[in-house]
C-alpha cells in the first residue's frame, strides 16, 4: 500500500508539472532568451500600468501620484499571482518556453519553485523599487528618538545621515547586481540578483524547443527601436512651427490673404496668436499678429527660434504695442 501510495503521487506530482517533467534542467539557456524574457516582463508591466492609469484619465491631474509606488507594487504582486506562483514561470518565460527550477534541490529532475522561494523573488524585486521610490517618505519617521522628537539640529544632523546611509546602500546595490550582470555574462545564469538569492535558475520548459519570439521578431524590434531613437533625436532639430506654418501658407495662402486683406488692421489685434483670447499686455514679434506679453515671452524663451504661428515669420524681440482707443457716446 505504500508503495503504491508512493507512486499516485509521483504520477500526481508528473500531471501537476506537465507532460516534460523529465527535461534536464542542466541543459542550458541561451542568455539571450533570459534577458528577452525579462524584457518581455517588464513591457507587460508597463502595459498594465498604462490601462489602469487610463482608468483614472478623467480624475484631476495628479491622482494617482501619492499612491503610484504602492500601486505598481500591488499590480506587480498581482501579475506574480497568476503567473509565477501558479505555473514557476512569468508570461515572458513562458512566451519562451522557459521556466524556473529550484536549485536548492538535490534532484537531477526538474523541481518547481517552493512557495517561500516565489515570495522571496517577488519580494526582492518589487521591495528595492518601493524602498527607492518611498525613501524621503520615510526619512521623517526614522528621525524620531524613542524618547520623542529630537532637537532641530540633531534632527538635522540624523536626517543627513540617514540619507548618506541610503545613498551608500543604494550604490552598494547598484554594485552588487553589476557584479552579478558580470557573473551572468560568464556563466549565463541568474541574469538578476533576485534569482541568484532565491536559487531560481532558468531551465527549458520543452526539450528541442524553438522559439516562440523568434529571432525575426527581435531583430524587427531592434531595428524599430533604434529608427524610434533616431527620429528622437532629429525631431528636437527640426522647427515643426515653421514648417506647418509654411505648409498651411502654401496651401491656404490665397486664401487667408483676402481674407485678412478683407478685415481692418486692428481686427488682427483682437485676439492673441497663441492663446486665441483677447491679448494680454499687448506685444508683437515684427509681424502685423500681436501676442499675450506672458503667452509669447514664454514660448520664446522655451524656443529660440520661434516663428509667429500664424503667418510663419521669424520672431524678434517682444515689442509692447500701443494702441489708440477711440471713445465715442452712444
Not at 552598494?172 to 549565463?188: M, Q, S
Request: aromatic share 10%.
Amino acid at each position: 500500500m505504500a508503495g503504491l501510495g508512493s507512486e499516485n503521487d509521483q504520477k500526481k506530482t508528473a500531471r501537476s508539472h506537465g507532460p516534460h517533467f523529465d527535461m534536464n534542467p542542466q541543459t542550458p539557456v541561451l542568455r539571450i532568451s533570459q534577458l528577452d524574457a525579462l524584457e518581455l516582463d517588464s513591457a507587460l508591466e508597463q502595459l498594465v500600468w498604462t490601462q489602469f492609469s487610463l482608468c483614472f484619465q478623467n480624475c484631476r491631474p495628479g491622482f494617482l501620484t501619492p499612491l503610484e509606488p504602492e500601486l505598481r507594487v500591488l499590480l506587480h504582486l498581482l501579475l506574480w499571482r497568476f503567473t509565477l506562483y501558479s505555473n514557476s514561470a512569468t508570461v515572458g518565460q513562458s512566451l519562451l518556453s522557459l521556466r524556473y527550477h529550484s536549485k536548492f534541490s538535490l534532484s537531477p529532475r526538474y523541481r518547481p519553485l517552493s512557495p517561500r522561494q516565489k515570495l522571496g523573488l517577488a519580494v526582492l524585486t518589487a521591495g528595492p523599487l518601493w524602498l527607492q521610490e518611498r525613501s524621503h517618505r520615510l526619512l521623517p519617521y526614522l528621525g524620531l528618538s524613542s524618547q520623542g522628537s529630537v532637537s532641530e539640529r540633531e534632527s538635522g544632523l540624523l536626517h543627513r545621515g540617514l540619507r548618506n546611509a541610503l545613498t551608500l546602500v543604494a550604490g552598494i546595490v547598484k554594485f552588487t547586481n553589476l557584479i552579478n550582470f558580470l557573473v551572468f555574462l560568464r556563466n549565463g545564469r541568474h541574469p538578476i540578483l533576485a534569482e541568484r538569492i532565491t536559487g531560481a535558475q532558468t531551465v527549458f520548459s520543452k526539450p528541442n524547443v524553438a522559439r516562440e519570439v523568434n529571432y525575426k521578431y527581435m531583430n524587427r524590434e531592434l531595428l524599430w527601436h533604434g529608427f524610434a531613437e533616431f527620429l528622437i533625436f532629429l525631431f528636437p532639430l527640426i522647427n515643426t512651427k515653421k514648417l506647418k506654418a509654411t505648409i498651411l501658407s502654401a496651401v491656404f495662402g490665397g486664401e487667408s490673404a483676402s481674407g485678412e486683406g478683407a478685415r481692418e488692421g486692428q481686427e488682427l489685434w483682437k485676439e492673441c496668436g497663441l492663446c486665441g483670447e483677447w491679448p494680454t499686455m499687448p506685444h508683437t514679434v515684427g509681424c502685423q499678429h500681436v501676442f499675450c506679453y506672458y503667452c509669447i515671452k514664454s514660448h520664446s524663451i522655451a524656443d529660440p527660434y520661434l516663428t509667429c504661428p500664424k503667418c510663419g515669420a521669424e520672431a524678434g524681440q517682444p515689442k509692447l504695442v500701443k494702441l489708440e482707443v477711440e471713445m465715442t457716446d452712444r
